[in-house]
T-cell receptor
Framework: EPEVTQTPSHQVTQMGQEVILRCVPI?????FYWYRQILGQKVEFLVS????????KSEIFDDQFSVERPDGSNFTLKIRSTKLEDSAMYFC????????????FGPGTRLTVT | DQQVKQNSPSLSVQEGRISILNCDYT??????FLWYKKYPAEGPTFLIS?????DKNEDGRFTVFLNKSAKHLSLHIVPSQPGDSAVYFC??????????FGTGTSLTVIP
């Protein structure tokens, strides 16, 4: 069964450093998402991506964040200058079509900022 | 801004009995609702969904009920099995391409 994959599974970085989280969505899906979950809290929407551009973003997704789909298969989330409060689990998700709203999530990348 | 709320952080149920997980929302513009299940160290997995034009959707042991006037939905699992032990999230779509998740309810099914 097709699945969403994410790398790395765990990333440790120092405050102020740039990180890139990588995702490979399901190949024929059209919509792509990044979410984060701070330990013990809710899953928070960051950004959605469709037709090679951002379709919606939350207030969390400020200028420090960017997304890219560089080659038609990978979907990346870049955090330019990490802060301690960026420490969280980051989930990538994809969904297939315009009327199917269920998303398929990857296993997540645990980001630890020290 | 907690638009989707799951007020019970945890729930314990005996195997074979019914599990009822609840979710409340505040935004009347939500048009689609979904339930996800999450095991530790994994991403959420889609379980069942319902459109705002319906009040019930059933899939095997899982049934979702939507009460629009009360802005409330619930997930019923009958009969509950130990493998159902997980964190359950409800999520809602407000048109567009943004989804709002609740804080989750941790279900433990006791053998």
């Amino acid at each position: 069964e097709p699945e969403v994959t994410q790398t790395p599974s765990h990333q440790v970085t120092q405050m102020g450093q740039e990180v890139i989280l990588r995702c490979v969505p399901i190949s024929n899906h059209l919509y792509f998402y990044w979410y984060r979950q701070i330990l013990g809290q809710k899953v928070e929407f960051l950004v959605s991506f469709y037709n090679n551009e951002i379709s919606e973003k939350s207030e969390i997704f400020d200028d420090q964040f960017s997304v890219e789909r560089p080659d038609g298969s990978n979907f990346t989330l870049k955090i330019r200058s990490t802060k301690l409060e960026d420490s969280a689990m980051y989930f990538c998700a994809s969904r297939g079509g315009h009327t199917s709203y269920e998303q398929y999530f990857g296993p997540g990348t645990r980001l630890t900022v020290t | 801004d907690q638009q989707v709320k799951q007020n019970s952080p945890s729930l314990s149920v005996q195997e074979g009995r019914i599990s009822i997980l609840n979710c409340d929302y505040t935004n009347s513009m939500f048009d689609y609702f979904l339930w996800y299940k999450k095991y530790p160290a994994e991403g959420p997995t889609f379980l069942i969904s319902i459109s705002s034009i319906k009040d019930k959707n059933e899939d095997g042991r899982f049934t979702v009920f939507l009460n629009k006037s009360a802005k409330h939905l619930s997930l019923h699992i009958v009969p509950s099995q130990p493998g159902d032990s997980a964190v359950y999230f409800c999520a809602a779509r407000r048109g567009g391409n943004q989804f709002y998740f609740g804080t989750g309810t941790s279900l433990t099914v006791i053998p």
